[in-house]
């Protein structure tokens, strides 16, 4: 069978790529070209693991929601090809600015809508022109609805009127990363829950549903802390006040869902 990575199975114990379900990352890794400054980034960690354990060198890493680029400059370092989209053209520009020419590989990156079919034939274009068919890993970190704005444009997802309706569009990127993604490939997505009017709702787990409608195989569940949440911050005190005299837990984790394309 094909092997998934480059890991070094001959010096496994010495690997630094983790195998367990439960991701505590005390801080958030300050090396390489991370700023940070994103409200809503995700820390390194996440998509050099996903990197490490679900690509090999010179594949090619798509990244639908690039946000700040953590997942572009872990991708170079990892040295991987890399193609990421934005809704938000501020974004693209800062990120672009960051990444440096290379003669190996790639990295090309596109204002767009990923839910829209345009964008798909824009990324296949880029795909072609690099003489490559499809992409090898997809890693999908969207807003978590409403909770965060990024910006006032209409299809970026945090615009979603509806929980249902965030999901309706979700679906679509979906779409876009199935029809981009190499069979027997992989796909990461990273997404926490959200509270409203008094009631959890489970994102992550209807995240996951939608996958598995497009015919995603779930491989694996990884529940991750939220260290050092922004909107939190120094707030820990009136977080648990408010748990304690009400029925609700205060969110600590968040999903990183692994699926598998058959
Ligand atoms: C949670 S952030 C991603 C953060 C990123 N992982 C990082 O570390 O900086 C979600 C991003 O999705 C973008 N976005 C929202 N809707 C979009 C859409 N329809 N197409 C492309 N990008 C979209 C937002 O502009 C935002 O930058």
């Given at each position: 069978m094909d092997r998934i990575n480059d890991i070094d199975l001959k010096n496994w114990k010495e690997s630094d790529v983790w195998t367990d379900s439960l991701w505590i990352i005390n801080e958030r890794d300050k090396n390489g070209?991370?700023?940070?400054?994103?409200?809503?980034?995700?820390?390194?960690?996440?998509?050099?693991?996903?990197?490490?354990?679900?690509?090999?060198?010179?594949?090619?890493?798509?990244?639908?929601?690039?946000?700040?680029?953590?997942?572009?400059?872990?991708?170079?370092?990892?040295?991987?090809?890399?193609?990421?989209?934005?809704?938000?053209?501020?974004?693209?520009?800062?990120?672009?600015?960051?990444?440096?020419?290379?003669?190996?590989?790639?990295?090309?990156?596109?204002?767009?809508?990923?839910?829209?079919?345009?964008?798909?034939?824009?990324?296949?274009?880029?795909?072609?022109?690099?003489?490559?068919?499809?992409?090898?890993?997809?890693?999908?970190?969207?807003?978590?609805?409403?909770?965060?704005?990024?910006?006032?444009?209409?299809n970026d997802l945090s615009s979603a009127k509806s929980p249902s309706d965030f999901l309706q569009m979700f679906s679509k990127v979906l779409t876009t990363a199935k029809n981009l993604l190499e069979k027997d490939k992989y796909l990461a997505i990273v997404i926490g829950d959200a509270y409203k009017q008094s009631e959890w709702i489970p994102l992550g787990f209807y995240c996951m549903s939608e996958a598995q409608k497009l015919g995603f195989t779930v491989k694996s569940i990884v529940v991750k802390n939220m260290a050092g949440n922004r909107g939190k911050q120094n707030k820990e005190g009136i977080w648990k006040y408010r748990s304690l005299a009400n029925d609700y837990y205060v969110f600590k984790h968040e999903y990183v869902i692994i699926f598998k394309k058959p």
């Open positions: 070209k991370h700023d940070g400054f994103y409200h809503g980034n995700f820390v390194p960690q996440v998509p050099r693991q996903l990197i490490k354990k679900f690509s090999k060198q010179g594949d090619v890493v798509l990244d639908l929601f690039l946000g700040s680029g953590t997942t572009a400059y872990e991708a170079e370092a990892l040295k991987r090809n890399f193609i990421g989209v934005d809704i938000v053209p501020e974004m693209i520009f800062h990120v672009e600015s960051k990444l440096d020419k290379h003669d190996k590989y790639f990295y090309e990156l596109l204002i767009g809508d990923s839910m829209s079919q345009e964008t798909e034939s824009e990324i296949k274009d880029v795909l072609n022109k690099h003489k490559k068919k499809s992409a090898q890993l997809v890693i999908l970190h969207p807003p978590y609805a409403d909770i965060i704005k990024f910006s006032q444009y209409k």
